[in-house]
Structures are given as structure tokens and as C-alpha cells.
């Protein structure tokens, strides 16, 4: 068991007083690129973080979930109520909306995802309570199916109208591999993505500086490219090529442009895994950040200069990653360089007077499963 999951183990016995019937965990995962695509029906190229969130399981009278982390127990909520406890009971609606057999439970919950980091620590909570429930009642969901499940608690019951891409990521990766997503077939491949052999490591920045993805543009980004889709008589921007630009005018022609060509860059990045050429690969990441500061517009200063000290020092390639607004970015390094990187953006963000931020490198890991 990993030390997360003896954590969520550890905080069942000392808090329900008994051993849980099991235990599960789910990660948080980095999208490599393909950015505000999968609500166009286009593609994500995601890989599993090896940071995650556990939960210990067992039946009860009455629900109840329990925080390690928040040292608070609460009730399942009926609607959406603003806490960490929306996520599992998000999932437990939307299973009863299905009418699946469930029972009350009560869950202990440990994690170890940066919360608001543009992480997806909401996926990898909705993705460990979903896998414990199907394994503890024998629901016999297929992940993808959970996936779905997942994200459609988050987009009707807590409310946040995300695209396919977390909760899919969460449940479906594997170490060692990134996960090629279409997200309009919903058909998945794993990439090979065996970085360590290739001396090359990923180096996330978490900014610190946090948004709450219902409190950012988000919605109304989402909002530009349906508007710009429907300019084209297209249900979905997957479908528009780069000559329809001209029938858009303003913000909607910028939005359209980011997804048009950020869709292609996804495949390209593909093609550059299965040649194992990794320069080009992360000049393709280099380019989805332009694309998303110019065209989409959802950078931020810290976000652009850790992707501008990155790219100065030896980096091939970066990009911010997740929803922007704030969160995260990455790069592409040789493993060797990874401790200069560090040592500069450390620097750089506090001359520049910047929240200090927390670095960290990782390799891809496994996606949710039951571990007891
Ligand atoms: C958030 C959403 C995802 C996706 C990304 C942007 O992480 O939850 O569905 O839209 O933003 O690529």
C-alpha cells in the first residue's frame, strides 16, 4: 500500500473505530496538452500524477465521510453545499440517479493533490469514491463508465461545467504511458511516455496562485466556443478548419483559433512520442502555451515567466497546464537540469515579488484502482 492509502486506512480505524471492507485511490493528473479542447469534442494527451487522493470504505447506518485532511466529518449533502464533501456525494447521486444498488457507507478520505492547483483533485476524489462504491457493491462499471459517471456529478451537481478530460484521466491512466483521448468518440490509447530512460523528467510549477474553476472564465470560455461553433453552423469546433477563421470575427476568432490548432498539436504530439522525438515534442508544448496565452487568454504572469525561465534555461518545452487562471505549468527538462531550473524560478519569482512557488518533478503513474 502506498502512504496515502495507509493514511485514509489509518483515519478509518482511529475514526469509525473498525477495519474499512476496502480501500481504493485515485490520482490527480497533469495534461501534457490538448488544453480547453475537450468540450469541443477534440483531444487530451494526460498522464496520472503520482500524487493521490485514498479512501477507506465500510458499510454504515447513515453515510458519512470523513477528512483526514480537513479533520471534519460531514453528512452526505442532498445538493450542492460548497465543501470538499460535494465530491463524493456528487458521485453517490448521480449512481442513485442510475438507480444502482448502493447501501449507506461511511469513507475516510486522505490526500496528497494540491487543492486549486489546477490538479484535478475534485477528479481524483470523484474517481476514488466511484471505484470504491463499484468495488464495494459489485457494480461492475467500467471505468469509463465511472468516468462519465464522475463528470456528470461535477457538471450537475457541483456545478462546474468541465469537459470529459479529469475524470478520465484519473481513472483511466497508466504508469508509464500517457492517455490519447478523443473525447467525442471516447475512444482511449495509451502512449508510450518512458521518460526516465530518455534522461528527461517533467517538472510541474504550481504557481500557488489558486482559482476556483466555477469563480474563473471558464464557463464563459466554454461559452465563446459553442457561440463560435454555432457561427459555423458546427455543433462542435473539433469539426472547423483553419480557413473557417475568416467567418469570425474578434474574441470568437481567437477562441476558435486556439482549438483548431491546438487539436492538431495533440496529434502531432502523438506522432512525436512514437518517434520518440522528444524536441519536437516540446516545441509542440512551447506552441500550446503561446496559444493559450494569446489566443485563449487564460495565462497569467506567473505562468508566462516560469514558462519564459524554463525555456531560457534548457527546457524543451513548456506550457501551462490544466484550465489557467492561475495553477500550474510545466516543462519538459533533462533530469540533470532539473536542479538549476529549480534554483532559478525560485529566484526569478521572488524578485519578481511572486508567491513562492512549489516545484516538484514526477514520472507518469497508474490511475485509480482498489488496492485492498
Ligand atoms: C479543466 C476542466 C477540463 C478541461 C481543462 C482545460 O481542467 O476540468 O475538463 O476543460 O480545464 O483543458
Not at 479533520?71 to 442510475?98: F, N
Not at 465511472?146 to 462546474?160: D, M, S, T
Not at 461553433?229 to 478548419?241: N, P, S, V
Not at 487539436?263 to 512514437?274: E, Y
Request: net charge negative.
Amino acid at each position: 500500500m502506498r502512504e496515502i492509502e495507509q493514511r485514509a486506512l489509518q483515519a478509518y480505524r482511529e475514526h469509525f473505530l473498525e477495519e474499512p471492507l476496502l480501500i481504493a485511490s485515485a490520482p490527480g493528473r497533469v495534461n501534457l496538452i490538448g488544453e480547453h479542447t475537450d468540450y469541443n469534442g477534440g483531444f487530451v494527451l494526460p498522464c496520472a500524477l503520482d500524487k493521490r487522493v485514498a479512501v477507506a470504505i465500510g458499510l454504515s447506518d447513515h453515510t458519512l465521510f470523513y477528512s483526514a485532511d480537513f479533520e471534519e466529518t460531514r453528512p452526505l449533502c442532498e445538493k450542492r453545499g460548497g465543501s470538499w464533501a460535494d465530491y463524493p456525494s456528487g458521485v453517490v447521486w448521480a449512481m442513485q440517479e442510475q438507480c444502482l444498488a448502493l447501501q449507506p457507507v461511511q469513507a475516510a478520505f486522505a490526500g496528497e493533490v494540491p487543492l486549486g492547483s489546477g490538479l484535478s483533485s475534485s477528479a481524483a476524489i470523484e474517481a476514488a469514491t466511484a471505484i470504491a462504491l463499484d468495488g464495494l457493491f459489485h457494480l461492475e462499471m467500467r471505468k469509463k463508465g465511472l468516468a462519465v459517471l464522475c463528470q456528470h456529478a461535477e457538471n450537475a451537481f457541483v456545478g462546474v461545467n468541465s469537459g470529459i478530460m479529469d475524470q478520465y484521466a484519473s481513472l483511466l491512466c497508466q504508469a508509464g504511458t500517457a492517455l490519447l483521448l478523443d473525447c467525442r468518440s471516447l475512444e482511449a490509447t495509451q502512449i508510450p511516455l518512458n521518460l526516465a530512460e530518455a534522461g528527461l523528467a517533467l517538472l510541474i510549477c504550481d504557481t500557488r496562485v489558486s482559482r476556483e474553476l466555477g469563480a474563473t472564465g471558464y464557463n464563459e470560455r466554454r461559452l465563446a466556443c459553442e457561440r463560435a461553433a454555432y457561427t459555423l453552423g458546427l455543433k462542435e469546433l473539433r469539426d472547423a478548419h483553419l480557413e473557417d477563421l475568416d467567418k469570425h470575427c474578434g474574441e470568437e476568432q481567437k477562441r476558435a483559433r486556439h482549438v483548431i490548432t491546438e487539436n492538431a498539436r495533440v496529434l502531432q504530439a502523438v506522432q512525436a512520442l512514437h518517434r520518440q522525438d522528444f524536441g519536437a515534442f516540446g516545441r509542440l508544448l512551447s506552441a500550446s502555451h503561446r496559444s493559450l496565452r494569446e489566443d485563449f487568454e487564460v495565462s497569467t504572469p506567473e505562468l508566462d515567466a516560469f514558462v519564459e525561465i524554463a525555456l531560457h534555461s534548457s527546457a524543451l518545452g513548456a506550457r501551462l497546464t490544466g484550465a489557467g487562471f492561475g495553477g500550474c505549468a510545466l516543462a519538459l527538462v533533462r533530469s540533470e537540469d532539473t536542479g538549476v531550473l529549480l534554483r532559478k524560478v525560485q529566484q526569478s519569482f521572488e524578485a519578481r515579488g511572486f508567491t513562492r512557488p512549489e516545484c516538484f518533478s514526477f514520472q507518469p503513474a497508474s490511475g485509480a484502482e482498489i488496492v485492498k
